[in-house]
């Protein structure tokens, strides 16, 4: 049960930044080619991608986050060099796994969607610093 609901929220995560993330790519200088989010398969190779990371990496045994960042750069660098995804992508996922608890023990994601519906996501250390904005709505999760 905990790894259904621990693999939901990471999908929940990675739908999100897909989201927020295309022009993070963009913005970082990738040359040669269209920002990542702009292909029709760039979703797709980067949920890919970031399901081999979370297969490689161990999110939950990682000791430091920069140790689990680092093991999902590798993963995306590999993919880029086997052209399973675009070198403009490869920020997409590694900034998803900047943005974990991974790494992080007792930190938790926190989730806050104010009133006009507009949702934001960061790490806090402890699930009481998640407040919901006047309005809004807030929720803690684990990835």
Not at 81 to 110: D, H, I, M, W, Y
Not at 117 to 129: F, L, P, V
């Amino acid at each position: 049960m905990r790894n259904a609901l621990r693999g939901f929220f990471s999908l929940s995560v990675l739908l999100l930044l897909m989201g927020v993330l295309p022009g993070t790519a963009a913005s970082q200088g990738n040359s040669g080619g269209s920002s990542c989010g702009t292909q029709p398969d760039d979703a797709a190779e980067v949920a890919a991608v970031r399901a081999m990371a979370e297969d490689q990496c161990d999110c939950a045994g990682a000791l430091d986050h920069d140790d689990y960042v680092d093991c999902v750069s590798e993963v995306a660098q590999a993919a880029v060099e086997g052209e399973s995804l675009r070198p403009q992508c490869q920020g997409a996922v590694v900034q998803c796994a900047a943005q974990s608890t991974c790494g992080k023990p007792n930190f938790v994601t926190c989730c806050q969607t104010d009133s006009g519906g507009r949702t934001s996501c960061s790490i806090k250390q402890a699930g009481n610093e998640c407040k919901a904005p006047r309005g809004g709505t807030s929720c803690v999760g684990s990835v």
